[in-house]
């Protein structure tokens, strides 16, 4: 007779997820916490749809995927690095605090007071500018996908007489618009 689904409870699964995928927690750890096997864990892993563990080499050579600056063709000094690296802490450290919240709320359920829910809105609103304060940071590092079209002309005088030119026409072609359409009042 086959065996029903294992159901967790949100808090567990959640505390789970976070351990497999940003900690380096050994699975098995985490399986044991939960109550099944580690080849149980890796088939719900897949059911579950979380995001798979990059073995150590893989993170650094995916480093771009996984959303850190993009340092390619640029060199760095020791400052610049340690300020890469702290706001990365600063920024593993608030999600972290996000996904607590997220517990706090999960064990709350829908009858929480409106006083403790300012609270955790305030909270999540200082999380969202920390890592918006870390973004900040790591921007200057980053590459940049803006095109370099806000420059000048090359020519300033050049630009003035196309300019010139341009609304000329337009004026022209505005007035030849007003001397054919009728006269108000006329038909």
């Known amino acids: 007779m086959p065996v029903p689904p294992r159901t967790f409870a949100s808090e ?37 749809g979380w995001r798979q563990r990059r073995p150590a080499g893989a993170k650094a050579a995916n480093a771009q995927a996984a959303g850190a600056p993009a340092t390619s063709g640029m060199t760095l000094s020791a400052l610049e690095l340690e300020v890469l690296q702290a706001a990365a802490t600063v920024q593993a450290t608030a999600q972290r605090g996000v996904a607590a919240i997220g517990l706090i709320v999960a064990k709350l359920g829908p009858a929480v ?31 940049s996908d803006e095109s370099s079209n806000d420059r000048g002309p090359d020519d ?27 006269a108000a009042g006329l038909s």
Do not use: C
């Open 113 to 143: 007071n409106t006083a403790e829910a300012e609270r955790i809105a305030r909270t999540l609103a200082t999380f969202t500018r920390t890592l918006q304060e870390v973004l900040r940071l790591t921007t200057p590092y980053a590459s």
């Open 156 to 182: 300033p005088a050049e630009f003035a007489q196309e300019l010139v030119r341009r609304i000329g026409e337009f004026a022209r072609s505005r007035q030849a618009l007003v001397h054919h359409e009728p």
């Open 12 to 48: 567990a699964l959640a505390d789970a997820r976070y351990r497999y995928e940003e900690t380096k927690e050994p699975v098995a750890e985490i399986a044991d916490r939960l109550g099944i096997g580690e080849r149980t864990f890796y088939s719900n892993i897949r059911t579950w």
